[in-house]
């Protein structure tokens, strides 16, 4: 059984910071290209970052860029995305996503996903 199990999440003041955890199982991690995605109740995804396990392309989106940084474990199927400087904005539920590709235009083939954890920063 696929598993994406997010954690980390909680509520911050504008400027702190969180490192949010994404334990998977039940795949091949280096099969998939693994990121995170963020969404609030009635309105579309807005992928965040990702890796592409194959060539090693990682993707930011704007508005993350330079505060948002993706990263790894492979021998035990997890990973992070460290966030600092966190601004109102972010405030988002955020989901870990296993992908059929990470290029530097974003996530596309969304496969797998977990049920998100939820970051609150209060201004």
């Known amino acids: 059984e696929v598993q994406l199990v997010e954690s980390g999440g909680g509520l911050v003041q504008a400027g702190g910071s969180l490192r949010l955890t994404c334990s998977a199982s039940?795949?091949?991690?280096?099969?998939?290209?693994i990121g995170w995605f963020r969404q609030t109740f009635g309105k579309g995804p807005e992928g965040v970052s990702c890796?592409?396990?194959?060539?090693?392309?990682?993707y930011y989106s704007d508005s993350v860029k330079g505060r948002f940084t993706i990263s790894t474990d492979n021998a035990k199927n997890t990973v992070y995305l460290q966030m600092n400087d966190l601004k109102p904005e972010d405030t988002n539920v955020y989901f870990c996503?296993?992908?059929?590709?990470?290029?530097?235009?974003?996530?596309?083939?969304?496969?797998?996903w977990g049920e998100g954890t939820l970051v609150t920063v209060s201004s």
């Open positions: 039940g795949f091949r991690f280096d099969d998939y290209s």
């Open positions: 890796i592409n396990s194959g060539d090693g392309t990682i």
């Open positions: 996503v296993a992908a059929e590709d990470c290029t530097p235009s974003g996530i596309s083939g969304m496969d797998y």
